[in-house]
Every structure is written in structure tokens, then in C-alpha cells.
């Protein structure tokens, strides 16, 4: 059974980089696209980027810029860097896996409540 | 503002039948993307209720099913039942913003 275990600060200081990381179990990288998703308290989800297994990436238009999605097959994670961060980034931050770049994300991590203050 | 548009709530009692719409556009929706939902308890990770505009995964009750025609997408709860009480969000992609997934605002879903 695939899991995704997000790991990373729940608490980032304005102007500062925030940094996740989802471990995959039970699966590989391989052959699938890897998003990560955030939901602000009390409000809707909106996604934030995506990297393919074999390195392409892409990235909400309104977030282009700030935002760096890496993977490291060898260890079976992959890692979400969101740069200057203010008072809108916080939120819960999901990672999420899909089969292809429009479809559904069929498993996700637990999910980080990320805190900017 | 989500790319989107559902209604903020809905609700029914017991029973009954409720249905919860998601208007997009002609570069999402109306382009011929698959429209996806998605099931979220407070605290908890969405979960994939229907994919590829109608397809329901082994798991999910056939009392949740969904449509789509040109640029809307529906889903359909028959026989509701308190456990449904959850939000619920439309996905798809669209290829007017250099390739992105968007989602729509959610649904509060409340059984009566």
C-alpha cells in the first residue's frame, strides 16, 4: 500500500523559506507525477506545482517564482521549498500522487499545518 | 477566487437526493478535461470520491455518482446519509494557465 509521510516545520518567520519533505513507502517515484496542494484554514485547495518522476516540472502561475519542487528517487522523497513567505502562505501543505498531469490525485500525505508568523 | 465555481453549501435530509455543481470554462471543463471529486472530513486529506468525470473507486458507494457536459460537471448523493456531511471539491485542469489543476472552492455538505 503506497503511503506519503510528510515531514517538516510547522512554524516559518515572514521573509523566510519554507521547506517540506513527503517520503514515499510501499511505491516508487517512478512513472508518476507528485504534487504538492494547499488548503489556508477554512478555505478551498489550491495546487501548487507538480514534479515528474523524471524531473519536469511545473508550477502554479501564481506561485512561478517562489516556488522550487525537487525529487531524490534514491531515497524516495521529494521536497517542496516555498521562498518569502507571508501571512497568505499559511496553510495545511499536502503532497499527492498522480498518474498523469491532468488527472486525479489518488493518494495523499497527511498533511502540515505551515504557519507563518 | 477559484477557477472553479461551486456553491458554498448544500444540504438535505436523510434520504434524500442532493447534487452539487462545478461551472468551469471552455480552456478547463468545456476543453474536454476530466472532472474529478474529491470527499474532506475536518483534519483529514481529501479523498478521491470520483475520477475521470464518472468513474467511482471500488471503495465508494454507488449512491455517489457525477456527470459532465460542457463546461459543468456535476455530482449526484442519493440516500443521504449523516456520515456524508463533509466537503466536497471539483478538480481539473486547464490549459489557459500554462498547463495548471485547479480546483474548485469546496462545498460544505450538511445532512439535516
Known amino acids: 500500500q503506497v503511503q506519503l509521510h510528510q515531514s517538516g516545520p510547522g512554524l516559518v518567520k515572514p521573509s523566510e523559506t519554507l521547506s517540506l519533505t513527503c517520503t514515499v513507502s510501499?511505491?516508487?517515484?517512478?512513472?508518476?507525477?507528485w504534487n504538492w496542494i494547499r488548503q489556508p484554514p477554512g478555505k478551498g485547495l489550491e495546487w501548487i506545482g507538480y514534479i515528474y518522476y523524471n524531473g519536469r516540472t511545473n508550477y502554479n502561475p501564481s506561485l512561478r517564482g517562489r516556488v522550487t519542487i525537487s525529487a531524490d528517487t534514491s531515497e524516495n522523497q521529494l521536497s517542496l521549498k516555498l521562498s518569502s513567505v507571508t501571512a497568505a502562505d499559511t496553510a495545511v501543505y499536502y503532497c499527492a500522487r498522480a498518474w498523469d498531469s491532468t488527472g486525479y490525485h489518488s493518494y495523499w500525505g497527511q498533511g502540515t499545518l505551515v504557519t507563518v508568523s | 477566487q477559484s477557477v472553479l465555481t461551486q456553491p458554498p453549501s448544500v444540504s438535505g435530509a436523510p434520504g434524500q437526493r442532493v447534487t452539487i455543481s462545478c461551472t468551469g470554462t471552455?480552456?478547463?471543463?468545456?476543453?474536454?478535461?476530466?472532472v474529478h471529486w474529491y470527499q474532506q472530513f475536518p483534519g483529514t486529506a481529501p479523498k478521491i470520491l470520483i475520477y475521470?468525470?464518472?468513474n467511482r473507486p471500488s471503495e465508494v458507494p454507488d449512491r455517489f455518482s457525477a456527470s459532465k457536459s460542457g463546461t459543468s460537471a456535476s455530482l449526484a448523493i442519493t440516500g443521504l446519509q449523516a456520515e456524508d456531511e463533509a466537503d466536497y471539491y471539483c478538480?481539473?485542469?486547464?490549459?489557459?494557465?500554462?498547463?495548471?489543476?485547479?480546483f474548485g472552492g469546496g462545498t460544505k455538505l450538511t445532512v439535516l
Open positions: 475521470n468525470n464518472n
Open positions: 478538480q481539473s485542469y486547464d490549459n489557459s494557465l500554462s498547463g495548471s489543476r485547479v
Open positions: 471552455s480552456s478547463n471543463i468545456g476543453a474536454g478535461y476530466h
Open positions: 510501499g511505491g516508487s517515484l517512478s512513472s508518476f507525477y
